[in-house]
């Protein structure tokens, strides 16, 4: 028997999104249903409702949550019904070329559902990074269901779903930040401050916080950055060397993704520095660099899908950090919203006046 679920769902390009009731099916083989408690809202929403991610409308939304398995189905070990779960979008399938290469990281076949969950009039959804969450239930993969200490609560768990983890895992997973390192991390949002917080953890002797908004800057601290500096009156390039005797940083991760944020975190590392892109770039995007100087100045140019992450050995590790204090989830909690709220929700995000707004269910 399908169960009948309240969902956030974007039925055409651009258009606000509804929330609708869909029809969420008994998990098959392999999979778990799962009952949402708390959704954080992602660009990547966002980013769906305007056609920027595929044109396979309609989309269930939502994809940083936390809840309970309600159901299991045939051959799944774990979870096990009652288990309090964060989801995943990556679920390394053991078998593709990356799995077999041992970088399951980059896994290029991630388990999801097979079994659709539809609108009423049988209509299939697509659910956003293979999750749908905005939603009082959904169906995953199990491996999409990482178990975690149910003493975390939901609003602030989900959060390592998607932001917190894609932002921490920049740092230490991707941009390999070690101790006394220096760092600079352009855009302090979510995944930015994430990636502070990382790198700071991970012992980076400073950490740079760069924005265009003073009131992100203040968090920046509070997540670990050690200066701040305002791009809107300087140049982030010359600030960064100046903070760094003239060098430039170790480790530089663009949280933004626009073509003068990476020329920026081009030219402010050392040489032989890393920048790592986590921030999401928009499909007409272009950058032109000198040839030259990516010859001379060396080091590695890499993107970060996810934060690099293995969310079965990331995701418990960051929920213990925040039970003992370590990692300040509650932080990037900037309000808590119903289902409804999505589409004022996305205007906030928009205007960069929230780190996040969570959805409880
Ligand atoms: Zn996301
Ligand atoms: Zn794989």
């Known amino acids: 028997m399908p169960h ?4 956030v769902v974007a039925l055409k390009k651009g258009a606000p999104v509804e929330v609708l009731p869909i029809l969420v099916p008994d998990p098959g083989p392999g999979e778990v249903l799962v009952a949402v408690q708390a959704c954080g809202v ?21 994809h ?10 045939p051959g799944v070990t774990e979870p096990a019904p009652g288990d309090y779960v964060v989801l995943a979008w990556r679920a390394p399938c053991g078998q593709c070329r990356s799995c077999r290469r041992a970088r399951p990281w980059y896994c290029f076949n991630s388990r999801n559902a097979t079994r659709s969950m ?9 659910a956003a990074l293979g999750i749908g969450a905005f939603a009082e239930k959904t169906l995953v993969a199990a491996e999409q269901a990482v178990k975690v200490d149910p003493s975390a609560r939901p609003e602030a768990a989900g959060l390592i779903g998607c932001g917190v983890m894609a932002g921490y895992g920049a740092a230490v997973h991707t941009g390999g930040v070690g101790s ?23 012992g980076a002797r400073r950490v740079i916080a760069i924005d265009l908004d003073d009131g992100k800057l203040d968090a920046a601290e509070r997540f670990g950055a050690t200066d701040t500096v305002n791009s809107r009156g300087t140049d982030p390039v010359e600030a960064v060397r100046a903070l760094t005797g003239g060098h430039g940083v170790d480790v530089v991760i663009d949280a933004v993704g626009r073509p003068e944020t990476y020329r ?33 100045r060396g080091g590695a140019l890499k993107s970060s899908w996810y934060g690099d992450c293995l969310p079965s ?23 808590t919203i119903v289902l409804d709220d999505i589409e004022p929700a996305f205007a906030k995000m928009q205007r960069g006046e929230v ?6 269910l």
Not at 4 to 7: L, S, T, Y
Not at 42 to 59: N, S, V
Not at 269 to 275: F, M, P, Y
Not at 355 to 360: D, G, Y
């Open 42 to 62: 992602c660009h990547t929403d966002l980013h769906y409702r305007d056609g920027a991610i595929g044109d396979e409308f309609p989309y269930l939304l939502g």
């Open 4 to 7: 009948e679920a309240r969902a």
């Open 64 to 73: 940083e949550a936390a809840g309970v398995v309600e159901a299991v189905g």
């Open 313 to 335: 050995r990331d995701f418990p590790v960051l929920i213990d950090l925040f039970l003992s204090g370590k990692l300040d989830l509650e932080r990037f909690i900037s309000e």
């Open 118 to 126: 539809t609108l009423l009039d049988g209509t299939e959804l697509t």
């Open 264 to 296: 920026q975190a081009f030219y402010m590392r050392d040489l032989a520095g890393t920048l790592v892109q986590v921030g999401v770039p928009a499909p007409d995007m272009r950058i032109e660099l000198p040839l030259i100087d990516l010859f001379s």
């Open 180 to 202: 006394g390192d220096t760092v600079a991390v352009i855009g302090c949002g979510g995944v930015g401050n994430a990636a502070i917080a990382g790198a700071s953890r991970a």
């Open 355 to 360: 780190l996040r707004s969570v959805v409880v």
